[in-house]
């Protein structure tokens, strides 16, 4: 059976959706609180065709995050532009579980060249691959970049729905060392001034990166920054060195709670690429281990 495709006429405003994703949570007219490992994964592609770079709301990013205002989107905003797709694929009814209070476990932005500010785009987002976890149900929310026909990048999250498995029982491997960290190549400041911009610029304005009183809802002690935010910065310093065509893979960790101080690690690689890391700056456990590879 071909997958069904709605196409959009403009973007889906988080003021719609924001609803939606809280309504999913209540214990009535709610997801399930747990989702079964052989729930149904909606086929239905939302797709979005001419999409134009708002440069002022790009500037705010980029201030943000570090990265570079120029004639080319930075890598990381693909992420962005497809934001609102991927929410409006995780708020729909027939999503196996909530937008809100899961978690963005992986991440991966697959660039085959690069892509000029003015270029207009179309968006298709789907979601596939439910699949069990030792921490709860993954799922990876794709999103395909097009300039007319051309695919020109791919970006996929993975979400983690935290609850019992039947691989929860499994051994866990090493836990990450808690000792004193090397020194850093650069330390990154955060607060939750600047993750409000970014949320702003970004559009991604979930509770638990807005407010103490609302993270605290979902079980963080704090405010935490967004992983996009994490991601985005470690690459600043070396975006401009990075190919056409190449591929950011990004794994999160714990979370970083507002404000503060995060050692930053960049080791080049072989081919051309880069890893990245982000660890606590006094207990050396990671937030953020990413690799820039090349496209072959």
Same mark, same amino acid.
């Given at each position: 059976?071909? $997958? ?7 973007l ?7 609803p939606k994703a ?10 399930p609180a747990?989702? $079964? ?17 708002d ?7 980029c201030r943000a ?11 990381t905003y693909?992420?962005?532009?497809q934001?609102?797709l991927?929410m409006?694929?995780m708020v729909?009814?027939?999503f ?20 000029g500010?003015d270029?207009p785009l ?7 691959? *439910?699949?069990?976890?030792r ?18 990048a791919v ?17 866990r ?8 960290p090397?020194?850093?190549d ?15 610029a970004?559009?991604?304005?979930n509770?638990i990166h ?11 002690s704090k405010?935490i920054a ?5 991601a ?12 056409? $065509?190449?591929?950011?893979t990004?794994?999160?960790g714990?979370?970083?709670? *507002?404000?503060?101080?995060v050692n930053?690690?960049?080791t080049g ?5 880069f890893?990245?890391?982000i ?12 690799? *820039?590879t090349?496209? $072959?």
């Amino acid at each position: 059976m071909m $997958a069904k495709t709605v196409t959009l006429t403009e973007l889906p405003s988080p003021a719609t959706q924001y609803p939606k994703a809280v309504g999913a949570m209540l214990p009535v007219f709610g997801k399930p609180a747990r989702v $079964a490992a052989d729930a149904v994964v909606p086929d239905t592609v939302y797709r979005l065709e001419d999409i134009r770079v708002d440069r002022d709301r790009l500037h705010d990013y980029c201030r943000a995050t570090g990265v570079q205002y120029g004639q080319d989107l930075p890598l990381t905003y693909l992420f962005v532009l497809q934001f609102p797709l991927a929410m409006e694929v995780m708020v729909a009814r027939d999503f196996p579980f909530g937008a809100v209070g899961s978690v963005h476990a992986e991440n991966r932005i697959e660039r085959f060249r690069q892509i000029g500010v003015d270029e207009p785009l179309t968006i298709a987002t789907h979601a596939e691959n *439910l699949r069990e976890h030792r921490k709860g149900m993954l799922i990876d929310v794709i999103s395909e970049f097009y300039v007319g026909r051309e695919l020109v990048a791919v970006q996929t999250g993975t979400f983690l729905k935290q609850q019992r498995t039947s691989l929860s029982d499994e051994p866990r491997g090493p836990k990450p060392k808690e000792v004193a960290p090397p020194p850093p190549d650069r330390v990154l400041g955060v607060d939750l001034g600047l993750i409000r911009e970014y949320a702003a610029a970004s559009g991604d304005r979930n509770p638990i990166h807005m407010a103490n009183a609302s993270a605290k809802l979902f079980g963080f002690s704090k405010a935490i920054a967004h992983g996009m935010w994490s991601a985005a910065a470690a690459i600043a310093n070396v975006e401009a060195q990075l190919p056409g $065509a190449v591929v950011y893979t990004v794994r999160f960790g714990k979370p970083v709670l *507002l404000p503060a101080k995060v050692n930053l690690y960049t080791t080049g690689t072989e081919d051309g690429g880069f890893e990245v890391s982000i660890l606590n700056r006094r207990k050396g456990y990671p937030h953020l281990t990413g690799a *820039l590879t090349p496209r $072959a």
